[in-house]
């Protein structure tokens, strides 16, 4: 359960009500300053301890120790402020265009409309953050930069970091079991985010920011988690929700617990959701109607996912506040913000000088391609202290022809290698792509993260597996196989198809322990909108290939990779996707055979 302050059971309309009630009431008793040029209104009885130091934070906060900075982006930064009288965060709001600074003749500030919201909220008896101070800047007569200051909560810190450094990742349960702690922690996790949001839309508020980083999470001695809404620039007030909304918002929030969260963990978010809702609205539940609305908010969760990775996708693509874009007259060049510019610049302008001032070791050095380990010392996106630089050269007219129309092989590994990432499978992180156009020939670079203790499945059969024992052989298999099995179908389930799935582009783990599969080699990845049964064929019978050629498996551990594959729902109807991929496995090695190429 959620600790913190109810409301009697009530309508959604009476709950509107009583939140407009409830806002009219609250005035906070306030003092009005101005400081360098910035107009604050803060909290009478906090005003001595905070208005001494906003100045500063304000307008200056690198020179202010006090201040730390926790987020920043071009409209916006918030930094954390450390004071006598306890901790507090600001938050820096910026208007660069003069339009914005029009709307803000006929609307509040957004700090001023977050103060609101904050305010209102509390007075519904959800939690959330503790206004402290406003203010705004005048540039020309008009509002251009507002600012806001909250109290800040103790030991809390965002649902998504406590989520990634304290429970085990879904994926991982089948060959990590997770502790008890773990189990109980997941549980009474998924129970106080189902009654919040239930209280929430309850309550009419429609949170368009609803995501796992807005919410705060803290674990209170007895074990049992507090929760805290953030971030509410973007709420919206209504008298009631309709289920569409409803829904909406919570496909919103799932979008970060997607591939992290079972369908245990769903259940007991779906059923403590619903206990809230139906009590508060006093309509109870009829045989049969919690399956159709399981089935129902299933449907629009898994929908809603692949909107939001399809948006996320195309800002991607675009540009935001996660991508460095240093395109010039002789090329593009794309890489991760947290790049040393400094050194993203050298790279652009002479991407050779990594092969010739930081190879460690070649993995192959061809007329078409060539790939190196170079040394990193930007531990911010090369973690491991080093990386993989590769070189692909595109000779030929109709080829540099073909070019203007379509991406080059480097940029569809960098879109498709973040892409994967945001779907929770597994493959090295892109850093940075280099197109040098103006070459001749054209030449391309990609730079991804190294990731130690790992070698291509092609490799590690080749080289580890003879000294394996019987018993660790099937041990090993049966967890890799699981997990690429998952892998495959969640890459095929977005759209993906990698049509040269074999073992020399899967990178394993040379640890025992460790059952991760990494897919290598993007650049030859496709999307559909709806992936083609035949295309799906097609990625399964090149792993099926490779596992004959370099005969590991039995027929046992095919059959079961199949079901793994196909899940419960469609595990009835493995027969038929067992002779077509064997017949798409016997026609490939029919055609190598006849053109005597080598297969891996």
Known sequence: MISGSTLPLATPTALYAAARDVARASAIETVAAKQGGVSWTVRADLAPAVLPRLQ????????????????????????????????????HFRNYHWKERLLNLVRPTKAEIEWRAAVRIAGLGLPTFEPVALGYARRDGLVADSF?????IPTAIPLDEF???TLLPAAERPAVPPTRRQCELRSSLATAVGELCARLH????????????????RIEPDGAPRLWLIDLHRVHFRRALSDEQRYRNLAFLHQFFVCKSTRADRLRFFRAYQRVWRAQCESPLQPGDERREIACLEDHLCRGAHRGWQRADRAWRRGNRHVKKLDDHSGCCRGLAALNLGWFTALRDEPERLFRDHAIAWHKQSAKHRVAEVAMHDRLVAPHGTAFFKCIQRPGLWRRWLDRFRDSPVRKAWEFGHALLRRQIETPRPIACVERLAAQPR???LLTEAIPETATLADFLAQTWPGLSASDRNLWLAARARRLAVQVRRLHDSGFDHRDLKFS???VSSRLD???????DLDGMRFWRQLPEPRSIQNLARVSVSARVHRVGSHADRLR??????????????????????????????????RGRAID
């Open 56 to 91: 500063r934070a304000a307008h200056d906060p690198s020179r202010d120790g006090s201040a730390e900075t926790v987020k920043t982006g071009p409209h916006r930064t918030v930094y954390r402020l450390s004071l006598p009288s306890g901790e507090f965060y600001l938050k």
């Open 148 to 152: 806001l200051v909250s109290r800040g």
């Open 163 to 165: 989520t990634a450094v």
């Open 202 to 217: 309850l309550a009419g508020v429609e949170h368009a920011d609803f995501h796992a980083a807005n919410i705060l999470v």
């Open 443 to 445: 030449r391309y670079y």
């Open 505 to 507: 582009n899967l990178l």
């Open 514 to 520: 460790d059952s991760r599969v990494w897919f290598l």
């Open 561 to 594: 990779f199949l079901k793994w594959y196909l899940g419960p729902a469609s595990a009835r109807d493995w027969k038929s996707w067992w002779r077509r991929i064997a017949e798409s496995s016997d026609r490939k090695l029919a055609t190598n055979e006849r």
